[in-house]
């Protein structure tokens, strides 16, 4: 009889602290050079943008109900990330945002684990029900989502920087 063990947990996943300002910045340029269709501004954008600001919106998303970022830490470079923030036309929905695994760790159980952290800041927060937006045609994000609990709601928006492309929502219970 073989024994199976399971994988090692070489990091842990924490809301941000402003003392993760430099580190999420990282994070931040590296998701937009990765990833350019997923999120809402240009790698040229956030370049520019000084490091004040990345360490003003880190300091308003580590504590409170309304928004909060959660990161998956080894001690290092950061390696995931995924945010939680809630729009005033659904009260009672938190909208997951910009979700991102580093290339070398996805498949690992690492996007789980930060939708989890999201989902149990949404639940403590009084919101019962997550909500995200995938390109239409990301089939392997979807695919990530769906083995989580999400489901594809049917309703579909347009891309709110890039015109020509449209996104799928899909929501679980937190």
Request: aromatic content about 4%.
């Amino acid at each position: 009889m073989a024994l199976t063990t399971a994988p090692v947990r070489t990091h842990t996943v924490h809301r941000v602290t402003p003392g993760d300002a430099a580190r999420m910045r990282a994070l931040r340029l590296e998701m937009l050079a990765d990833s350019p269709l997923a999120f809402l501004e240009t790698l040229a954008q956030a370049a520019a943008r000084p490091h004040a600001d990345y360490r003003r919106r880190i300091s308003q998303a580590s504590s409170g109900p309304g928004l909060a970022q959660f990161v998956a830490d080894p001690g290092g470079r950061l390696i995931g990330h995924a945010g939680g923030t809630v729009l005033p036309e659904e009260p009672d929905v938190t909208v997951v945002f910009a979700v991102y695994i580093t290339p070398a760790h996805r498949g690992r159980g690492v996007l789980a684990e930060l939708i989890e952290a999201v989902a149990d800041w949404s639940r403590a927060s009084g919101r019962p029900d997550l909500m995200l937006e995938v390109v239409v045609g990301n089939d392997r994000a979807v695919r990530a989502y769906q083995r989580l609990g999400f489901t594809d709601t049917g309703v579909r928006v347009p891309h709110p920087v890039i015109p020509a492309l449209t996104e799928l929502q899909m929501r679980r219970a937190a």
